[in-house]
Nanobody, 120 residues
Framework: QVQLVESGGGLVQAGGSLSLSCAASGSIGRIREMGWYRQAPGRQREFVAS??????PNYADSVKGRFTISRDNANTMYLQMNSLKPEDTAVYYC???????????????WGQGTQVTVSS
């Protein structure tokens, strides 16, 4: 069974930094794209950043220049968050577009989320 596990969330003051990681484990074939999303209380889940298997990143306008997404060759993705703002407070979820086991089809899988709280 494929699992995505996020870690690294926490409480930080405005202007500070946090680093999140997302590790994919289980019977995984290829991972096409991985991404981060976030959901604040009372709001819909929104896109934060994504990265292709070739390492090409894409960012939401709200985090450009402050957040950096990366991934390694061991099915782990990272999100370095600098210059954090109170409006960045949310539960952060990782997402992966991947093949499970021997399947040739791609499936989206989500992690359980990690809380990021930025105090003013």
């Amino acid at each position: 069974q494929v699992q995505l596990v996020e870690s690294g969330g926490g409480l930080v003051q405005a202007g500070g930094s946090l680093s999140l990681s997302c590790a994919a484990s289980g019977s995984i074939g290829r991972i096409r794209e991985m991404g981060w999303y976030r959901q604040a209380p009372g709001r819909q889940r929104e896109f934060v950043a994504s990265i292709t298997s070739g390492g090409n990143p894409n960012y939401a306008d709200s985090v450009k220049g402050r957040f950096t997404i990366s991934r390694d060759n061991a099915n782990t993705m990272y999100l370095q968050m600098n210059s954090l703002k109170p409006e960045d407070t949310a539960v952060y979820y990782c997402n992966a577009d991947l093949q499970e086991g021997d399947s040739y089809t791609y499936t989206y899988r989500w992690g359980q989320g990690t809380q990021v709280t930025v105090s003013s």
